[in-house]
């Protein structure tokens, strides 16, 4: 069984800082595999206060996108839970070099703790971490090294796609691993800043180019809150004919289920 828990479905500082929406990215199962990808602030008091909890001394591996706050601000703190403290060395850490050197987010100590740390690059891989091969998506346009990922398991090709700027080219990237289900992050609706972020009409245009069976939208700010994702995401499946969730804090997503229903 494969499956995503949202333990925060907000971005953006306003959201995160405030506490809008949670923060504690994605916890994604892949049969006995455990992920935690982009734990950001509240991640491990949101993983143990899930009921049932979350063990992340369960965890298989923890991914960073990128270093930005809202992605990795419990990274540490979750690397320790996931070692019992450094006392059990075990797991995998995947990020960008940036986050691992020079100013890094996961900070040197911590880094001694994981069976493993691996510097990503981007349209690299397959990087095994448990049952899953973990690729990396083309460099996005992003005020820090920030990659995608392509995860693959049993047949099941799900692809998450973190901030950035739309270019083109993007889509056509994600499109060529033919994921089953994208995650995509859409942390605008309109933008009047140009800033480095996806805005609701630029996720669509993706969806339409990818074609996932399933797509997943999250990590709102404020003005995607204030428009209602989940309408948004109804609107979406009604005139793509695939099927599209808003995430909210806390929803469990059985991707084996969602896709064979949108086969049907």
């Known amino acids: 069984m494969a499956s995503i828990l949202f333990l925060g479905s907000g971005g953006a500082r306003f959201v995160v800082a405030r506490q809008l ?13 455990q992920l935690h990808v982009d734990p950001g602030p509240g991640a491990l008091v949101r993983a143990l206060s899930h009921v049932p909890p979350c063990n992340p001394r369960e965890l298989d591996g923890i991914l960073l996108s990128h270093k930005h706050l809202d992605h990795s601000g419990d990274v540490n703190a979750m690397i320790e839970a996931m070692t019992a403290g450094g006392h059990r060395r075990r797991g995998a850490v995947l990020a960008p070099r ?12 911590a880094q001694a703790f994981p069976e493993r740390v691996v510097s990503l690059e ?5 990087y095994r971490v448990g049952t899953v091969e973990v690729r990396t998506s083309v460099a996005h346009v992003h005020a820090a090294s920030t990659y ?8 099941l090709r799900v692809a998450y796609l973190p ?32 800033v480095d972020h996806l805005t609701w009409d630029h996720a669509q245009r993706i969806v339409a180019d ?24 109804q609107e979406t499946e009604d005139r793509l004919g695939l099927r599209a969730i808003a995430a909210d804090d806390g929803l469990a997503v059985d991707l084996d289920l969602e896709v064979a229903a949108s086969a049907g």
């Open 210 to 233: 990818v074609r996932p069976k399933v797509v997943i939208f999250q990590h709102f700010g404020t003005k995607m809150l204030e428009r209602d994702p989940a309408l948004l995401a």
């Open 163 to 194: 901030c950035g700027r739309y270019f083109d080219g993007l889509a056509a990237d994600y499109a060529k691993h033919a994921p089953h289900v994208l995650v995509i992050n859409v942390l605008r609706y309109r933008d009047t800043m140009d």
């Open 148 to 155: 995608g990922f392509h995860f693959a398991c049993n047949g």
């Open 21 to 33: 929406r949670a923060s504690g990215g994605m916890w994604m199962r892949f049969g006995e595999t």
């Open 122 to 126: 981007p349209s690299s891989g397959p």
């Open 98 to 109: 940036d986050a691992l050197e020079g100013e890094p987010v996961v900070l040197p100590y």
